[in-house]
């Protein structure tokens, strides 16, 4: 069952594309704006819209932490923001200044790919903002990219039909026309799937194209065998090219976008069909499922975005059910962790964290230095893997239960320092600290502030404090 519970109709112009974070929903539109809001009401963000590419933004997508979103345009460029505040991090040019389709970060957020009209594809160093590497596909433009789970390859589907996989070097490993008339778009899943017989892992990717067709394959690395792209089902039921698809956060189901106007959710294992959606008016897209949420949306050219609720039987691994709790996790046993471990497609670490005794509490303390210097893990890629799980643990925990008035309007999480400005809202001293530095209105209002005084609002403080109280017995 899918439910259109939320429609969003702030922009303009056609929507082009759409991404979550685990707390924010990012949209992108011919009207040279990105729209950034809220999960837990779909109220857009004081900061929104963010402004500053000169042309139609093609797409967007968070960081894994949720805290930089980037956005690509016509304009040539690729900006990051920060999503604390919306301030403008970096604009990177693409080399050649052609019109940039699509950008994505790696897993660890080391880098961002940008692929561009010319066939040009860019990594930048997401730290020093600078160009890592590129490249450029035979022919067409760049229209489509995705990375593996473990950032050791990406995947680039382009207009003249073709799908290349390159390693994190951008050295090009294989190639294979996939879509007579040209790739739109192409999406890995999270969970690699091991192959039974050979005991080897491969990864799942859909792709889809002007073709009218989705279409699934099997990605396989192996010493001894190089890199194979293997065709595995081709997925029906649109009448019209496909511009987008997703994977869920489990990779259990794929979503699509068509010409057609509709929406097709699939199961992955069968092929067959759960939902069809025909609500927008005009053609679909984009498409996305939420992380860490039973939430689904999808953007058309008819300017909205649709947000549907998914009734599932399971939640995605990653989701934390409704009644579960942080005492919940803090009580979970040593057994508990690993199958999270498991869940989170972390299944190497069980044994070492069995070896070391990490609990449900354990689990909670750990950190960068601990992860290094306790556990011995010595990949910085890792590290940051295992945290950023961990972060996302913490934040399902007290996303769903967390008063609103409790939660700092500039970054929508919890506060520790709550002030009071003198438009009379309370925020979080570090994000209006940071906010007040570069303009002088009300996040809430966009008036002017008279003062930039902050006044400690030590009667919430306390208030947070005795429902974090509450929530530990």
């Known amino acids: 069952m899918a439910t259109l519970i939320h429609t969003l109709a702030d922009h303009s112009d056609d929507v082009n594309y759409c991404a979550f974070s685990s707390s924010c929903l990012a949209t992108c539109s011919l009207d040279k704006t990105i729209r950034v809001y809220s999960l837990s009401n779909f109220a857009e963000l004081p900061y929104s819209p963010l ?24 304009d040539g460029t690729s900006v990051l923001w920060d999503t604390r505040d919306g301030r403008r991090l970096a604009v990177l040019q693409q080399p050649g200044a052609s019109p940039v389709r699509v950008c994505r970060f790696s897993p660890e957020a080391a880098y961002l790919l940008a692929g561009a009209a010319d066939g040009s594809v860019v990594l930048w160093n997401v730290q020093s903002m600078k160009l890592y590497r590129s490249g450029k596909v035979k022919g067409g433009s760049l229209m489509a990219c995705a990375f593996s789970p473990n950032g050791n390859f990406f995947v680039t589907g382009s207009s003249s039909g073709d799908l290349t996989i390159w390693d994190d070097k951008m050295r090009c490993l294989y190639n294979e026309k996939a879509h007579d008339l040209g790739v739109t778009c192409c999406d890995i ?14 990864f799942q990717m859909a792709s889809c194209g002007q073709d009218n067709h989705i279409k699934l394959w099997l990605i ?3 010493d001894f065998l190089g ?22 956060c489990d990779g259990q189901m794929i979503v699509s976008g068509s010409v057609d106007k509709c929406v097709i959710i699939y199961e992955t294992s069968t092929g067959n069909t759960l939902h069809t959606l025909s609500q927008h008016t005009r053609y679909v897209t984009t498409c996305a499922f939420a992380p860490h949420s039973p939430l689904l949306a999808t953007g058309s ?20 059910v409704e009644n579960e709790s942080k005492v919940a996790v803090e009580d979970w046993s040593e057994d508990d962790v690993s199958a999270w471990l498991c869940a989170q497609d972390l299944a190497d670490f069980v044994g070492l964290f069995k070896m070391n005794n990490i609990d449900g509490k354990e689990l909670l303390n750990l950190t ?7 556990l011995k893990i010595e990949s910085l890629g890792l590290r940051s893997k295992v945290l950023q799980k961990i972060e996302e643990l913490r934040m399902t925990m007290i996303s769903v239960s967390v008063p609103d008035e409790f939660l700092c309007p500039i970054t929508r999480e919890l506060m520790n320092d709550p002030v009071i400005a003198t438009d009379g809202y309370s925020y979080e001293r570090e994000a209006m600290e940071n906010w007040i530095s570069n303009r002088r209105s009300s996040p809430m209002t966009n008036l002017p502030l008279h003062s930039l005084m902050l006044t400690p609002n030590r009667t919430l403080k306390m208030a947070i404090s005795r429902w974090l109280e509450t929530q530990q017995k």
Do not use: R
Not at 230 to 245: E, R
Not at 304 to 315: C, R, S
């Open 301 to 320: 050219m008819d300017k909205t975005v649709h947000i549907w609720q998914l009734d599932l039987k399971q939640p995605c691994a990653g989701y934390t």
């Open 227 to 248: 890199v194979q792209l293997k065709y595995k089902c081709t997925l029906n039921g649109h009448s019209a090219p496909v511009l987008a698809c997703a994977f869920s």
């Open 189 to 202: 899943s999270s969970h690699p799937v091991s192959d039974s017989e050979n005991g080897l892992k491969y």
């Open 368 to 374: 960068k230095e601990s992860l290094a210097n306790e």
């Open 51 to 74: 402004q500053g590419h000169t042309y139609a933004v093609h797409c967007c997508c968070f960081s894994p932490s949720g805290l930089v979103l980037a956005s690509c345009s016509t």
């Open 220 to 222: 396989l690395f192996a």
